[in-house]
């Protein structure tokens, strides 16, 4: 089938790479001339496992194929997906600009009938408000259908979320684009549930919310664990063996962060407002969120006092391990909070030391070369991201390098009673006592 993606960033290039491993023939779309450049002379312009073979592979049998040109898009692909941008609005509402704008360029070069597909996270109703951009542009008389197709993957493993989806889901209310539709996903092993476009809007920023609360529910029980002298990492672990629950996305730490969560949390907010009935819910889900960097900043504070002019290692600046993506990283607001108190930090992140430096922050830290280089001679160690190779590091190298053995394990990734054993003292989040763990003599 020919598929045609406009947008070609974290969802847009890695759905279009598994659609063209599965046999489609996939023209990708991006107005940004730069990286459409990078990607015709083969370089990727993000960091996902196993995704730059994958579009080796693919441009090689000239299944996948790349161009800055949305009419050549609009003439290529039976189905035309959309994966541009739905970034936040000061309230928390949603820019729909880019996708007004794509659907405005579509309808310019509409010829033939084409189903358009929503696979942006937007706002309930936005699958309405494309269609109908679409006929007042398009030439009259002219055939499409509007299809909501939300994404779920998750950065970090997103080609194989997308070969191996838990579920598909369709909202449609045309047969002809649903058969369609059904085509492009034949080659995918995975229930598909048909819906409403307004359903399957819906579900997305549903489906997010709740992941969203289950992390907060965890965060809010880290800081009662704290005030009880109970452990988190136990109360989350007796919890999540219930079926009923589930033990994914309940874990304490920093909070969520990243390009989705905070946003589809915040415009979930704003659409419920619009709608007349607010979700208070989510409102405290927030709160909850944004109060666990607050209390970890103090946690660092109460120990080293005055943060000015002390240096300061950072292990991890991506959202979360296996992705370069830092935005609306936590571990990137840490840092800026840090920096803002006037301390000297260094850092390191395994993937994501390129996507810092185009930051503002990035001129205001020292990037090291390797975890073990960022902590040394600094007097507290703060980890941010759970990447397993900062779970697996020598302590007893780490103990070596650092002036002063404190660590404040944002992701309790370090197991506390080994730290104190190697002479560090060791914050956690929720661990009760063993968050207060004091060094005993080295081995
Ligand atoms: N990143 C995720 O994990 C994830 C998961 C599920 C859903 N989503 C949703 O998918 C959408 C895209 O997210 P992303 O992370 O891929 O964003 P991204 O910023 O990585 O990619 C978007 C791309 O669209 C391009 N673009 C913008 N306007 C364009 C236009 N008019 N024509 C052609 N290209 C245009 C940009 O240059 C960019 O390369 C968002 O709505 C997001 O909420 C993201």
Redo the contacts with the bound molecule.
């Keep these: 089938m020919k598929i045609t993606i406009?947008?070609?960033?974290?969802?847009?290039l890695t759905t279009g790479a598994c659609f063209a491993e599965v046999g489609h023939h996939v023209l990708c779309?991006?107005?940004?001339e730069a990286?459409v450049q990078s990607l015709l002379d083969g370089q990727i312009p993000?960091y996902e496992p196993g995704l730059e073979a994958l579009v080796r592979k693919n441009v090689s049998a000239k299944r996948l194929m790349f161009t800055s040109s949305?009419e050549e898009g609009v003439e290529h692909g039976e189905v035309l997906f959309i994966?541009?941008?739905?970034p936040p609005q000061p309230d928390g509402s949603v820019d729909l600009s880019?996708m007004e704008?794509?659907a405005r360029?579509i309808a310019q070069f509409l010829d033939s009938y084409r189903v358009v597909v929503d696979?942006?996270?937007?706002p309930v109703k936005t699958g309405e408000r494309v269609a109908n951009t679409i006929r007042r542009y398009a030439k009259p008389g002219v055939e499409f259908d509007v299809v909501s197709n939300p994404?779920?993957?998750?950065?970090g493993c997103?080609v194989a979320d997308l070969m191996k989806p838990d579920r598909i889901v369709i909202g449609g209310n045309s047969d002809r684009a649903l058969a369609l539709m059904q085509k492009v996903y034949e080659p995918f092993v995975a229930p598909v549930l048909v819906t409403d476009i307004n359903s399957a809007e819906l579900i997305k920023h549903a489906a997010n919310s709740f992941l969203a609360l289950k992390i907060s529910y965890a965060n809010a029980l880290s800081e009662i664990c704290e005030a009880a002298g109970a452990d988190v990492l136990k109360v989350v672990e007796g919890i999540g063996m219930d079926k009923r629950i589930g033990a994914h996305f309940l874990n304490a730490g920093l909070g969520y962060g990243g390009?989705?969560f905070p946003?589809?949390i915040a415009a979930f907010i704003a659409i419920s407002e619009q709608l007349g009935v607010p979700f208070h819910l989510l409102k405290e889900v927030e709160t909850i969120n944004h109060r666990q960097l607050t209390r970890f900043v103090d946690l660092i504070r109460e120990a080293l006092w005055v943060l000015q002019e002390k240096k300061i290692a950072v292990w991890g600046l991506a959202f979360k391990p296996h992705t370069d993506d830092v935005r609306s990283s936590v571990a990137i607001g840490l840092v800026e909070k840090l920096v803002e108190e006037g301390a000297d930090v260094t850092a390191f992140d395994p993937k994501a030391m390129e996507k810092t430096r185009q930051l503002p922050i990035g001129s205001k830290i020292t990037l090291a070369e390797s975890a073990l280089e960022a902590a040394r001679d600094a007097e507290a160690l703060i980890i941010a991201t759970e990447w397993p190779e900062f779970a697996s590091i020598d302590l007893q190298q780490l103990r070596e390098v650092m002036r002063t053995p404190l660590i404040f394990d944002g992701r309790n990734l370090i197991d506390p009673a080994a730290a104190a054993a190697y002479g560090f003292q060791y914050r956690g989040i929720g661990r009760g006592t063993s968050a207060m763990l004091e060094p005993m003599n080295s081995p």
Excluded at 83 to 86: E, F, G, L, M
Excluded at 151 to 155: I, K, P, V
């Design positions: 406009i947008g070609s960033g974290y969802v847009g779309v991006d107005n940004n990286k993000i949305t994966a541009v941008p739905t880019f704008k794509v360029e696979k942006s996270t937007v994404e779920f993957l998750r950065e997103a390009s989705c946003k589809d």
